[in-house]
């Protein structure tokens, strides 16, 4: 989850970092075998945002490629599977949602030292500000349109047509989430407890909506998370699927609809702002939108939904704040996240009316 990194930190390419190099010319190799229409000399980049997983460029004269990999060392069983990365791209592809193209997965660490893939490079913008200062007001409401478009189509794949039926576990959402990080929180002693988070754990596990859906969900739908047309309000590839998985709908569109709601300084977010006079669809419109467009009456439990979303991340903010006292978490990012889960936990309370 790339929570809270700034346009500088995360864009563009530096030159391979110490730790993350590998043998080169296994690669170009591997790709002459692997990847149609291939043609080196290849030279490498690395991107860089703090993915979980290390993201290279890969140039050649003809086009460049991008390159997703294991990190090098020992991982948590299960820890960055690039190879789920690499199915849900594959499988959303024939479905004609907009992916970056994967060429190839190699599940043979001898090649460069781990499993990675290697997908197209999409060229556009991507804007790290949720309220699109770079776009006129105009064309805003079109972009906004464009996200909301894109997120439903989404859950309207058959993601078992597109070979998908295994790639979670369907049913009790809720339950298993809100376990999940309930567990992690009460068992981090050391990063303590918080009242409006405990609160927000009772309210939640006594009001899960009843019934229950299940569709592909992207985890981290947000602005920064896609690449748009470089000139038309229009998404080219969405990015960053690792926390994909089979789950419930309404919980993905409101994590992206969290948005609202948010302080730009903890993500890209549009809480403080405007919104008629930047002429951005309000919140009610954009909900009104998707349930058109996933052929629903409305959202009848939508704060429910707002609030798991932000228990959620302060549950994650709270499991940054456990490691930065224990000392194995010690960039400055962490030390800031840290201190901003008593407020999403605040503002996850404030969800409940």
Known sequence: MSTGVGQGENSGTTQVRAGFAFDEGALARWME???????????????KGGQSNPTYKLVTPGRSYVLRRKPPGQLLKGAHAVEREAKVL?????????VAHVHGLCLDDAVIGTWFYV????????????????????????????????????????????????????????????????????????AGRDPDMDHVIDWLQANIPAGDETAIVHG??????????????????????????????LADFAYHAMMYHMPPHIVAGLAGADLRALNIPAEEDYIAAYCA???????????????????RLAAIFHGIKGRVIRGTASSAQAETRAKLFPELARIARAQLG
């Open 119 to 190: 997908m197209d490079m999409v060229e556009g913008r991507i804007f790290w500000d949720a309220t699109v200062p770079d776009v006129s007001m105009d064309e805003r409401p079109a972009y906004f349109d464009a996200m909301n478009a894109t997120m439903a189509a989404l859950h309207n794949v058959d993601y078992q047509a597109v070979g998908l039926g295994d790639y979670g576990k369907p049913g009790n959402y809720f339950e298993r989430q809100i376990g999940r990080w309930s567990r992690q929180y009460h068992d981090d002693v050391e």
């Open 33 to 47: 075998a692997n990847v149609s229409g291939y043609a080196g000399p290849l030279s490498v980049e690395q991107f």
């Open 90 to 98: 594959t499988g959303l592809e024939k479905a004609g949602f907009p």
């Open 293 to 311: 467009r996933t052929g629903r009456a409305s959202i009848l439990d939508y704060r429910f939904y707002v609030a798991f979303n932000f228990f």
């Open 220 to 249: 981290d739908f947000r602005i920064d998370n896609m690449i748009f047309h470089p000139t038309e309000p229009r998404v080219l590839a969405v990015l960053d699927w690792e926390l994909s998985t089979l789950g419930h709908p």
